[in-house]
């Protein structure tokens, strides 16, 4: 199976990229933690061939659940790749800026520390 993980900074295009996949009949699925990802393409292998998973790196145990998920499916032979986007601060802010939206780490700090 195919498999691509979207992450990466909030604001860099990840939602962009997972509706590019879609449009190119990638199963997405937005939002998934880091640890569903094994069992997520466990369950869907018998009826896609292409998933993608779009998963926030805000999570303390990201590195870890993530690379125990890419490891356990490259040794089922499955193809993995994994997406960072990524941008300029000044492109981030604008973009958080725009949306009228808090960035999710802002907390009650600027945008830029967020």
């Known amino acids: 199976m195919d498999v691509v993980i979207i992450t ?5 295009g990840r939602s962009t990229a997972a509706h590019v996949l879609e ?3 990638w199963y997405v699925v937005d939002n998934l933690p ?8 466990d369950e869907l292998r018998s009826e ?3 998933v993608a998973v779009v998963i926030d790196v805000r999570s303390m145990e990201f590195t870890t659940e993530l690379n125990s998920g890419v490891q356990a499916l ?13 941008s300029h601060d000044e492109v981030l802010v ?7 939206r ?6 009650t700090d600027r945008i830029v520390d967020g």
């Not at 880091?34 to 393409?41: I, Q």
């Not at 604008?94 to 009228?100: K, N, P, V």
């Open 74 to 86: 490259r040794g089922n032979g499955d193809s993995v790749r994994i997406l960072f986007l990524d």
């Open 23 to 25: 449009d190119h009949q």
């Open 8 to 12: 990466g900074m909030s604001g860099a």
């Open 102 to 107: 808090p960035h999710p780490l802002q907390g």
């Open 48 to 50: 896609r061939e292409k």
């Open 94 to 100: 604008r973009r958080f800026e725009s949306t009228r």
């Open 34 to 41: 880091a640890s569903m990802l094994f069992p997520l393409v």
